[in-house]
C-alpha cells in the first residue's frame, strides 16, 4: 500500500547541474501533477499528466521538463538548474481530474547552491 | 495573481477551542473545495472536501462552511487537539486544474 513514493527525498545540485525526480504510483491513476511548495506561496502546478503519454503545462513550467513514458510512472527533469528552483517538490495523482482528492508523495527537497 | 486567497497565515488555539481558517476564490468554474492538512517533512493528506451543491459537509470534528455567492469557504475544527497542529491548505479545483492558498500554520497549545 505504498500509494505515491517520490525519489530522492533531497539533494543538493550546484547551479548549472541537471537532475530528474522520480514520482511512482501504484493505484493505477490517470491524472499525475507535479508542484513546488515555496513558503507563503502555497503548492503550485508545474506540469501535469491526464494519461500515459501526455504532458502539459501548468503555473509555473518553466525550467522543467517532464516525461510520463509509464502509466505509473511521471519524472520531472531540471536541465540546468538555479538557486530560484530551490525548493519542496510534491508529485500527486489522482484517478481522474482534479475534482477528487490528490494522493501526495511525501516530497523532495532541493537545495541549488 | 492568487486564485484562492486565505487567512490567517498563522494561528494559536488552546486545546479543546474552535480553530477556523478562511479561503476565499475567484474562479466560479471551480467545482470541488478540498482541505488538506500537511505535518513537517510530509506531504498534503486531504483532510475533507465539499462540492458547490451543498454548504456544509462535516466530517467528525471538522466542518467546512461554503458560501457559493460570496465565493467563501471555511474550515472549522472543533474541540481542537495538540495533534492537530500541522500546516492546512484550501484548495480550489476544476478538472486538472487545482489552486492552492498559501496556508494556514495551525498550533494547538496544551
Known amino acids: 500500500n505504498a500509494g505515491v513514493t517520490q525519489t530522492p527525498k533531497f539533494r543538493v545540485l550546484k547551479t548549472g547541474q541537471s537532475m530528474t525526480l522520480l514520482c511512482a504510483q501504484d493505484?493505477?491513476?490517470?491524472?499525475m501533477y507535479w508542484y513546488r511548495q515555496d513558503p507563503g506561496m502555497g503548492l503550485r502546478l508545474i506540469h501535469y499528466s491526464v494519461g500515459e503519454g501526455t504532458t502539459a503545462k501548468g503555473e509555473v513550467p518553466d525550467g522543467y521538463n517532464v516525461s510520463r513514458l509509464k502509466k505509473q510512472n511521471f519524472l520531472l527533469g531540471l536541465e540546468s538548474a538555479a538557486p530560484s528552483q530551490t525548493s519542496v517538490y510534491f508529485c500527486a495523482s489522482s484517478p481522474t481530474g482534479g475534482s477528487y482528492g490528490y494522493t501526495f508523495g511525501s516530497g523532495t527537497r532541493l537545495t541549488v547552491v | 495573481q492568487q486564485q484562492v486567497k486565505q487567512s490567517p497565515q498563522s494561528l494559536i488555539v488552546q486545546k479543546g477551542g474552535i480553530s477556523i481558517i478562511n479561503c476565499a476564490y475567484e474562479n466560479t468554474a471551480f467545482d470541488y473545495f478540498p482541505w488538506y492538512q500537511q505535518f513537517p517533512g510530509k506531504g498534503p493528506a486531504l483532510l475533507i472536501a465539499?462540492?458547490?451543491?451543498?454548504s456544509e459537509k462535516k466530517e467528525g470534528r471538522f466542518t467546512i462552511s461554503f458560501n457559493k455567492s460570496a465565493k467563501q469557504f471555511s474550515l472549522h475544527i472543533m474541540d481542537s487537539q495538540p495533534g492537530d497542529s500541522a500546516t492546512y491548505f484550501c484548495?480550489?479545483?476544476?478538472?486538472?486544474?487545482?489552486?492552492f492558498g498559501a496556508g494556514t500554520r495551525l498550533t494547538v497549545k496544551p
Open positions: 465539499i462540492r458547490p451543491d451543498v
Open positions: 493505484m493505477n491513476h490517470e491524472y
Open positions: 484548495a480550489a479545483s476544476f478538472s486538472y486544474d487545482m489552486r
